[in-house]
């Protein structure tokens, strides 16, 4: 499997999606990641890795001070699900699929990976 998806703040009513909300200072981001996930490397802060039941997850987290978003690149078996959407919840995230270019919900998460 390969799969990439965009995590950014989660929309809220009225919310304008063209320009979505910062994350925040990518240090602070990567504590939040590291709390909800303490598994994940960030010896390079821009960009985490995880690796999870066969399955690798890479965190590409940009060099901007200001954290805009996360873009996941998915790979491999397993069960994927269970971070992304334990990170999702943690943090208060939406999923957004390129491929599909369109929102996913926590359950379409689910079951797009397979938890």
Excluded at 16 to 22: C, E, G, I
Aim: proline letters at 7%; charged letters at 25%.
């Amino acid at each position: 499997m390969s799969w990439d998806l965009l995590l950014t703040k989660s929309s809220t009513g009225g919310a304008d999606a063209s320009k979505p909300t910062a994350l925040g200072p990518l240090p602070e981001v990567i504590a939040r990641i590291q709390q909800s996930i303490p598994e994940v490397d960030f010896t390079d802060p821009c960009w985490g890795m995880l690796e999870h039941d066969d399955v690798s997850i890479e965190f590409n987290m940009g060099s901007e001070e200001i954290c805009a978003g996360i873009m996941l690149h998915v790979r491999g078996g397993g069960a994927p699900a269970i971070p992304i959407t334990k990170l999702m919840k943690d943090l208060d995230l939406s999923a957004y699929d390129p491929q599909e270019d369109r929102e996913l919900t926590l359950e379409e998460v689910r079951e797009a990976l397979g938890e």
